[in-house]
């Protein structure tokens, strides 16, 4: 069974950074396009940054050059570099997996950022 698990939410300020992580377990996971994404209460949630099993890489507009996402095979994990955060990059952010064998595409349980002085 395919798990997912998000870690290195927080508060922190304004203008700070916050790594986050999404450990993979139960795929293969070379195989598979994984995706951040948020969701605001009270708002839809959105696709933050994406990347393919080659390593390409997507984002939002409201992300764009702020943004990293990065994935390490080797340690079936990948992660979000969030830099000058803003107190609209609140959300639960969640990580999301997509097998383009199986079709199936799990989500974490999510990771709670909190941008706030």
């Known amino acids: 069974q395919v798990q997912l698990v998000e870690s290195g939410g927080g508060l922190v300020q304004p203008g700070g950074s916050l790594r986050l992580s999404c450990a993979v377990s139960?795929?293969?996971?070379?195989?598979?396009?994984m995706g951040w994404y948020r969701q605001a209460p009270g708002k839809q949630r959105e696709l933050v940054a994406s990347?393919?099993?080659?390593?390409?890489?997507n984002y939002a507009d409201s992300v764009k050059g702020r943004f990293t996402i990065s994935r390490d095979n080797a340690k079936n994990t990948v992660y979000l570099q969030m830099n000058s955060l803003k107190p609209e990059d609140t959300a639960v952010y969640y990580c999301?997996?997509?097998?383009?064998?199986?079709?199936?595409?799990?989500w974490g349980r999510g990771t709670q950022v909190t941008v706030s002085s």
């Open positions: 139960g795929s293969i996971f070379s195989i598979l396009a």
């Open positions: 990347t393919t099993s080659g390593g390409s890489t």
């Open positions: 999301n997996a997509f097998n383009p064998l199986s079709g199936f595409s799990p």
